[in-house]
Structure formats: C-alpha cells, structure tokens
C-alpha cells in the first residue's frame, strides 16, 4: 500500500463530500468564537480552489502555486498547531498530523517532475488531493475542534498570533514568476 493509500485508510472509510460539508460547515461557525481557526480554514479553501485550478489548465506555474500553498500552510501548521495538539490535545493526532504532511511533501516534489498534463500527472494529482481532503478533514472535522475544547484562551491568542507570523514569513518569500 502507498503512503497515500495509508493515509486515505487511515480513518475509515474516507469522508464523504456530505460528512466534509458539514465539517467544512460546522469548523466555520466555530471560527466565530475562535479566531486562531479562521486563517487555517481560508488557506484550505485557497488549497482546494487550487487544485481545481492546476486541474483545469495543466502547467508548471499552476503546481508551482498550489505546491506554495500547501507547503507555507504546511510549515505554519506543523511549526505552530501540531505542537499546541501534541501538549494541549493528542500527541496521537500531532503523530498522524506530521506523517500526512510528510507523506504530501514526497508526492508533491514527485508532481513537479511529471510532464503537466499527463496521464500519470493526472494520476498524482487527483491521487494527492484525495489524501489533502481526507487530511483536512481530520483537521477540522476532529483535530481543531478538541483543541479548541482543550486549551485555554491564552494559548489560543498565542496560537493565532504564532500562526500569523509563520505563514506570513513564506508568504512574503521569493515569488514563483506567475505571482511577480
Ligand atoms: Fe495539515
Ligand atoms: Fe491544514
């Protein structure tokens, strides 16, 4: 079994669209009571509109741009939530959390070097953004809400502003020739 497979087995079954709706739903009216959520679930809906995107109109520059959104809220993530769930919430959960990442980093360099527009590069790509939905499931379906359960507000307020200047040290970084 592939990397991917094993993250898409790791909840069983695999979300649904509906079951991912609702999360997406429920996570967004929790992010009303807690700000910390709020520039996490609008980068997933950057990521997921960039997948669409690389789909529709196959080029180096449409995965240069979803490959520096997932990776600069990939980093942000792991730098500043995941240890916040390791201490507040579930050193289980932060495991599961970095090996998806990892495993997303490995099929993504393998995307760069497929030919844009290819069968297999197709393939990767509809192969990774099943396991991205099924990760950012987990992560608003169960992983934020407990810890939004868990810790206290102070942490949160750190959380958010920790958060913030993570993501926004790559934001700022050298631009793909698309972004100029
Ligand atoms: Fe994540
Ligand atoms: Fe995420």
């Given at each position: 079994?592939s990397f991917l497979d094993r993250i898409?087995?790791a909840?069983?079954?695999?979300?649904?669209?509906?079951?991912?709706?609702?999360?997406?739903?429920?996570?967004?009216?929790?992010?009303?009571?807690?700000?910390?959520?709020?520039?996490?679930?609008?980068?997933?809906?950057?990521?997921?509109?960039?997948?669409?995107?690389?789909?529709?109109?196959?080029?180096?520059?449409?995965?240069?741009?979803?490959?520096?959104?997932?990776?600069?809220?990939?980093?942000?993530?792991?730098?500043?939530?995941?240890?916040?769930?390791?201490?507040?919430?579930?050193?289980?959960?932060?495991?599961?959390?970095y090996e998806e990442h990892a495993m997303t980093k490995i099929q993504l360099?393998?995307?760069?070097?497929?030919?844009?527009?290819?069968?297999?590069?197709?393939?990767?790509?509809?192969?990774i953004?099943?396991a991205v939905?099924?990760h950012?499931?987990?992560?608003?379906?169960?992983?934020?809400?407990?810890?939004?359960?868990?810790?206290?507000?102070?942490?949160?307020?750190?959380?958010?502003?920790?958060?913030?200047?993570?993501?926004?040290?790559?934001?700022?970084?050298?631009?793909?020739?698309?972004?100029?």
């Amino acid at each position: 079994m592939s990397f991917l497979d094993r993250i898409a087995a790791a909840v069983t079954p695999a979300a649904s669209d509906q079951s991912r709706a609702e999360a997406r739903r429920d996570i967004e009216l929790l992010a009303l009571e807690e700000p910390w959520i709020a520039p996490i679930v609008a980068q997933h809906k950057d990521i997921e509109a960039s997948f669409a995107a690389a789909r529709s109109a196959p080029s180096r520059e449409g995965v240069e741009r979803l490959a520096t959104l997932l990776t600069g809220h990939a980093n942000a993530e792991e730098a500043v939530l995941y240890p916040d769930i390791a201490d507040e919430s579930s050193k289980t959960h932060a495991g599961m959390a970095y090996e998806e990442h990892a495993m997303t980093k490995i099929q993504l360099a393998k995307l760069k070097d497929l030919p844009a527009g290819s069968e297999e590069w197709h393939e990767k790509l509809d192969h990774i953004e099943s396991a991205v939905a099924q990760h950012i499931y987990q992560e608003e379906g169960s992983w934020m809400p407990d810890l939004a359960r868990d810790m206290s507000p102070e942490r949160k307020a750190r959380l958010l502003q920790r958060y913030n200047e993570e993501y926004g040290r790559y934001d700022e970084g050298p631009k793909t020739p698309s972004d100029v």
